[in-house]
């Protein structure tokens, strides 16, 4: 088999796997279904393109990724909502509520974190992404990407510390 019908069938696999998770969460933050859909479909050609980055299909690692990609896409239509004047976004859109079981205490606070917060630490400390790639990713510019890492980051250290605090 080619690598390309070997790339075409991990993404047929992968689709497939997490399409009602994707579609679930869509519509949870945009709260209609054709909005959705074309969030779904705009993760579907993001997940596409970096599929030779994904590594087993049925992780937590993968499921996390999957997830980012569709409510990275999902605010991007509520972005784009908020230029129209349709709806306000908010700078700490809380975006999917992301739990685990067995959740470590890093991972807790993570699921703690802004939508954007949480999609810049997991993409560039849990995908290995680079700055570059993530400002591509989440159209921004370089530098706005490396600031909101170091936000998340810091923002992330402080639920940490409190977290602490608190036992």
Known sequence: MSKLQDKIQKFDALFSMYYKVMLS?????????????????????????????????????TCSY????VESRALNILKQRKRRGEVPLEEDQRGVDMTFSGASPLED???????????AILLRFGMGYSIKEIAKMMNISKDAAQKLVDRAKAQLKTILKEQEEGL
Do not use: F, M, P
């Open 66 to 69: 999957v997830i980012l990609t």
């Open 25 to 61: 969460n869509a519509l949870r933050i945009l709260g209609n279904q054709y909005d959705a859909e074309d969030a779904v479909q705009a993760a579907g050609v993001a997940l596409y393109k970096h599929i030779g980055k994904i590594g087993e299909l049925d992780s937590r690692e």
């Open 109 to 119: 606070a993570i699921t703690k974190l802004s939508a954007r917060y949480r999609q």
